[in-house]
């Protein structure tokens, strides 16, 4: 089976997601939207505000997968360290870029809002980035080689990846079908491991769930080929039927 | 400032998670858990049922911080691949621990359910590991070294990390007082800094709200020094004054 497989990862970035006081919303909003398009979301880090920590992350994921997605770090205040942290990875410069600070200031002009030096902050970007649009707040985001720079609140990291997305080069799409089993993964599990070694290319996941009085599983298939995954849940169906006859 | 410092990191396995199937709810329960008990959660990675990758992650985990726990991957079927994961991570040995048999075979004898091959591969612990209780299911998560391996489903995991926390050493906690600030992030941002920079001891987060039409502000000081960490929002609440009547 010939395919193309685009892969990405995701660095969340800021001391709240690790201190509980703020839940990530992002990074399953990223997973649904990259999986639909595509591209496989293969790692996904959550790192504080911290510079060395953002850089070595970054720098990890961006020379092992094709694309990365961050998000969060890149407001006005002296916490917000993304910019910096992604020049420092590329080895880069950065300063007040004149495309974003043009777009800040007719912003703040028209809305006779003061273009405060923190303000300002938001218009450092990296030497050699593209900017990536924010159609809610003006602040851009920006892209730097494989490397998407976004926001951290949930609907400006959706608007930017809104137009981020058409950019990117998609894979094969990963097709999944899914059977609920009323078995527990123990009783299936034998059976499901044979399934899956005589169906290679496909991926069989078993995921248990449990009401606090029984458990059951969601069996799910996964492949590039629609053929082979279905004959895979078919072989899936049948090793449920001979259960719960048996 | 004199204080115990105690990190950890969590490393959360599955495909699930990765294709957005499945929301991580593990995460930001480990997250409270852990400030409250005064260990820092310091890093977070996900990665998908690939063995390489779980023993990539988990090997620069274990290094850099005082613990890790890990979420996932340990039921019964062929895709629960992270009792081997961590036994190659750790070059240990690893099969059927006479322990989680006996627990597992008790429990299914009592309840009249057939010990299959599959329920077995839920009693391999790597050589040298603890167990750890689990209350909910019987089958065990197990510690070795400064590694907890603990279950996914959340119920599971939430009632082994209830035996696993008072085994753990905990640190100076850290105290978070917080005010809300109706000004955005572009207004306080210069003097929020500037207070940051008079409160060393203190780290001061700024996390904006955006309601779809209007950016407030949550303004939260942390410290392990109570002391401290009043003095300085005493001088974040003198500045929203200063704003408010300016």
Redesign the interface.
């Given at each position: 089976m010939t395919s193309d497989i685009v892969t990405a990862a995701m660095l969340a970035i800021g001391?709240?997601?690790?201190?509980?006081?703020?839940?990530?919303r992002n990074?399953?909003y990223l997973?649904?939207?990259?999986?639909v398009a595509g591209i496989?979301?293969?790692?996904?880090?959550?790192?504080?505000?911290e510079q060395a920590?953002i850089v070595d992350?970054l720098n990890a994921l961006r020379a092992r997968y094709d694309y990365v997605f961050t998000s969060g770090g890149i407001?006005?205040?002296?916490?917000d360290i993304t910019a910096d942290a992604v020049a420092a990875a590329f080895e880069v410069s950065i300063d007040h870029d004149p495309r974003a600070m043009k777009l800040l200031s007719d912003n703040y002009a028209s809305r006779d809002?003061?273009f405060?030096?923190?303000?300002k902050?938001?218009a450092r970007i990296p030497d050699g980035a593209d900017l990536i649009d924010n159609p809610?707040?003006v602040a851009p985001g920006f892209r730097l080689d494989n490397v998407h720079v976004m926001a951290g609140?949930p609907?400006?990291f959706q608007a930017m990846l809104d137009s981020v997305l058409p950019t990117l080069r998609t894979g094969t799409k990963?097709l999944?079908l899914s059977v609920d089993s009323p078995f527990p993964?123990?009783?299936?599990?034998?059976p499901?491991?044979v399934i899956?070694k005589a169906h290679p290319e496909t991926?069989?996941?078993?995921?248990?769930r449990?009401d606090?009085k029984t458990?059951s599983t969601q069996i799910?298939v996964?492949s590039k080929d629609q053929h082979k995954a279905q004959t895979a849940l078919d072989a899936v169906h049948a090793m449920l039927d001979e259960l719960s006859n048996g």
């Open positions: 001391d709240e997601l690790l201190s509980g006081r703020t839940k990530d990074i399953a997973a649904d939207l990259l999986t496989e979301l293969k790692e996904v880090r959550i790192v504080g505000d920590d992350a407001g006005p205040t002296h916490d809002i003061e405060t030096e923190a303000r902050r938001m809610v707040s609140v609907s400006i990963i999944a993964e123990g009783t299936i599990g034998a499901l491991g899956q991926a069989i996941g078993s995921y248990p449990f606090g458990y799910v996964r």
